[in-house]
């Protein structure tokens, strides 16, 4: 494709039925395919804005330009048609490196402008701006071409100003944020359960506190995690099952929880949850909520009470992601079909390995490897992010 036989045309006005299609039929007639195309209505003003190249020998400029100006005047349109050679800004598709962001948080002044600024000194040119929810929390997804560039130093500069306007922020590039999610797998303790369950289960033994030092350590990854399950595991011992039980039933969801699970249930999702906890605890919040697929450590029992021991393979950061592996496969999907939502470092591979992969209420050693991070009060922010607006949700 030669850029001598590219021309651009824009076409601004008040909107209005048949307008892309008087415009287009013009340029059809005038001998003109369409090679890229962009049109927006914001607020009833039109604008498009499109890359034709001639397709026969017959072209005639200023019969196009009459034939435009004419529509123009019916239409009351201001079109222009110039040679691309003579168009500052345009990018072809391929030219193009595009990332979605998503911005979520409590709505306050300056948001815009704080984004805009990191990204313009990132030398990231924002393509579109759209608000996807405002009420209870604002979410804005804003369309960027990286021009090429590495997006990790621009990622990072995003992450320490989204932190200082108490904003979360998540980043995808654009072809993974198109492909349809169809798996969604969550952890369970801190992320769908508002709790360390083995924490609240060492309270009943008066080992609380030892266990929930040796938990925090686990979850910086400061010590290995089947390591930190088995030493933790071996404080419970005596703990009876209707303790267990007792426990179960008091265990609180994550603020937005129930309503992101009847949401993705509705749209068809298959939902996941793996836990480095046990699976006493998720088979109750399977059965609660509605997961398709629950997976946690087994304890080991004898005459009721937990022996303080755990039965088989421990369900560690390796393990998560082999299981993700196992769902997809038998789902039929891929990775970039999958989005994978944790807390702590025993969800990094699983995090890591998705199409989108978020950090939720997490500690630093996940969010390195994370597409972007939500904070506790933004749960339901997962909708957000995969383009679902509240007009979406009927609100």
Same mark, same amino acid.
């Given at each position: 494709?030669?850029?001598?036989?590219?021309?651009?045309?824009?076409?601004?006005?008040?909107?209005?039925? !048949?307008?892309?299609?008087?415009?287009?039929?013009?340029?059809?007639?005038?001998?003109?395919?369409?090679?890229?195309?962009?049109?927006?209505? &914001?607020?009833?003003?039109?604008?498009?804005?499109?890359?034709?190249?001639?397709?026969?020998?017959?072209?005639?400029?200023?019969?196009?330009?009459?034939?435009?100006?004419?529509?123009?005047?019916?239409?009351?349109?201001?079109?222009?048609?110039?040679?691309?050679?003579?168009?500052?800004?345009?990018?072809?598709?391929?030219?193009?490196?595009?990332?979605?962001?998503?911005?979520? !948080?409590?709505?306050?002044?300056?948001? #815009?402008?704080?984004?805009?600024?990191?990204?313009?000194?990132?030398?990231?040119?924002?393509?579109?701006?759209?608000?996807?929810?405002? !009420?209870?929390?604002?979410?804005?997804?804003?369309?960027?071409?990286?021009?090429?560039?590495?997006?990790?130093?621009?990622?990072?500069?995003?992450?320490?100003?989204?932190?200082?306007?108490?904003?979360?922020?998540?980043?995808?590039?654009?072809?993974?944020?198109?492909?349809?999610?169809?798996?969604?797998?969550?952890?369970?303790?801190?992320?769908?359960?508002?709790?360390?369950?083995?924490?609240?289960?060492?309270?009943?033994?008066?080992?609380?506190?030892?266990?929930?030092?040796?938990?925090?350590?686990?979850?910086?990854?400061?010590?290995?995690?089947?390591?930190?399950?088995?030493?933790?595991?071996?404080?419970?011992?005596?703990?009876?099952?209707?303790?267990?039980?007792?426990?179960?039933?008091?265990?609180?969801?994550?603020?937005?929880?129930?309503?992101?699970?009847?949401?993705?249930?509705?749209?068809?999702?298959?939902?996941?949850?793996?836990?480095?906890?046990?699976?006493?605890?998720?088979?109750?919040?399977?059965?609660?909520?509605?997961?398709?697929?629950?997976?946690?450590?087994?304890?080991?029992?004898?005459?009721?009470?937990?022996?303080?021991?755990?039965?088989?393979?421990?369900?560690?950061?390796?393990?998560?992601?082999?299981?993700?592996?196992?769902?997809?496969?038998?789902?039929?999907?891929?990775?970039?079909?999958?989005?994978? #939502? !944790?807390?702590?470092?025993?969800?990094? &591979?699983?995090?890591?390995?998705?199409?989108?992969?978020?950090?939720?209420?997490?500690?630093?050693?996940?969010?390195?490897?994370?597409?972007?991070?939500?904070?506790?009060?933004?749960?339901?922010?997962?909708?957000?992010?995969?383009?679902?607006?509240?007009?979406?949700?009927?609100?």
């Amino acid at each position: 494709m030669e850029e001598e036989d590219l021309f651009v045309v824009t076409v601004v006005g008040e909107d209005r039925v !048949g307008l892309v299609a008087s415009v287009t039929g013009v340029l059809f007639e005038a001998g003109l395919n369409i090679v890229d195309i962009e049109q927006s209505v &914001i607020h009833a003003q039109f604008t498009m804005v499109l890359l034709v190249q001639p397709f026969g020998p017959a072209f005639d400029m200023q019969q196009l330009r009459r034939d435009l100006e004419g529509i123009g005047r019916d239409l009351d349109l201001n079109i222009a048609v110039m040679p691309m050679r003579e168009f500052n800004g345009l990018r072809l598709a391929d030219e193009r490196t595009p990332y979605v962001l998503t911005i979520l !948080g409590s709505d306050r002044p300056g948001v #815009v402008a704080a984004i805009s600024r990191v990204l313009a000194e990132g030398s990231a040119n924002i393509e579109k701006i759209k608000m996807i929810a405002r !009420g209870e929390f604002l979410a804005m997804e804003i369309l960027v071409d990286i021009r090429g560039g590495n997006f990790s130093p621009l990622g990072e500069r995003l992450l320490e100003v989204a932190n200082e306007i108490g904003m979360d922020i998540i980043a995808q590039p654009e072809r993974i944020y198109k492909k349809r999610k169809k798996i969604i797998v969550f952890d369970m303790d801190s992320t769908i359960v508002d709790a360390e369950i083995i924490d609240e289960m060492a309270r009943f033994c008066g080992m609380g506190q030892e266990v929930g030092e040796i938990t925090e350590r686990g979850m910086r990854g400061e010590i290995d995690f089947a390591q930190s399950l088995r030493e933790r595991v071996g404080c419970l011992k005596g703990i009876g099952m209707d303790d267990l039980k007792s426990l179960s039933k008091s265990m609180r969801l994550t603020e937005g929880a129930g309503e992101l699970i009847s949401a993705l249930k509705e749209m068809g999702f298959k939902i996941a949850l793996i836990s480095g906890g046990f699976d006493f605890f998720t088979d109750v919040i399977k059965e609660r909520l509605g997961f398709d697929y629950a997976f946690g450590n087994q304890l080991e029992t004898k005459g009721g009470r937990l022996t303080g021991r755990v039965k088989g393979r421990i369900i560690d950061a390796k393990r998560k992601a082999e299981i993700v592996d196992e769902i997809c496969r038998g789902e039929g999907v891929t990775q970039e079909e999958v989005v994978a #939502v !944790g807390d702590g470092a025993n969800d990094q &591979i699983m995090v890591a390995n998705a199409g989108l992969g978020i950090a939720f209420n997490a500690k630093d050693v996940l969010k390195r490897v994370a597409d972007g991070s939500l904070t506790k009060d933004h749960l339901k922010g997962v909708l957000y992010c995969l383009g679902i607006s509240d007009l979406d949700l009927g609100r």
